[in-house]
């Protein structure tokens, strides 16, 4: 299924849109890679691309979030986007929810380092966990396709390694 209503929110014009937030993008490869990854998501399943994820590395008050908040404005608005702050069994439903668009997720010390390439390796291969009901019989199992931002201080692989955990090819690119 796809990105349901209540997920996504009309505010003003494509025009507004352009004049408050697009002409920022011009000149700034930051502002601009983050929302044309926004309008990228949905057009994946169209051109048959698997979904995957990137991570905006940088320190404090270097625009990571403000780049996350404008690249969200293109799906919702600023409210569009989460934190870490999750299980991943949460951000697997999350990113059910968000099935042929944009998951954003900020500041990725919020999460478990023991979780962290766990959670990634999931959301980019766009599959949940496999459950069982308590007949043995198989529940039908989370899909989707999206690209998802993340932004921290650490990369994926510094915070992984802080916790004691290894994490393997592909994670950082």
Request: some cysteine.
């Amino acid at each position: 299924s796809s990105v349901q209503g209540r997920d996504f929110r009309v505010s003003g014009t494509s025009e507004d849109w352009r004049e408050n937030i697009g002409r920022y993008c011009i000149n700034n490869a930051r502002l601009a890679f983050a929302v044309s990854l926004a309008f990228a998501a949905p057009l994946l399943k169209l051109v048959g691309i698997g979904g995957g994820g990137y991570h905006l590395k940088g320190e404090s008050t270097d625009g990571k979030t403000t780049t996350m908040k404008v690249a969200a404005s293109v799906c919702g608005g600023t409210d569009f986007w989460h934190t870490w702050r999750a299980t991943g069994n949460a951000l697997e439903g999350t990113a059910s929810r968000r099935n042929d668009a944009t998951l954003m997720l900020d500041e990725i010390r919020e999460v478990d380092g023991r979780e962290a390439g766990n959670i990634a390796y999931m959301l980019a291969n766009g599959q949940g966990k496999a459950r069982a009901r308590t007949d043995g019989s198989v529940r039908e199992t989370n899909r989707w396709n999206l690209l998802f931002l993340s932004t921290g201080e650490l990369s994926l692989v510094e915070h992984a390694a802080s916790a004691g955990e290894r994490t393997y090819a592909g994670v950082e690119v």
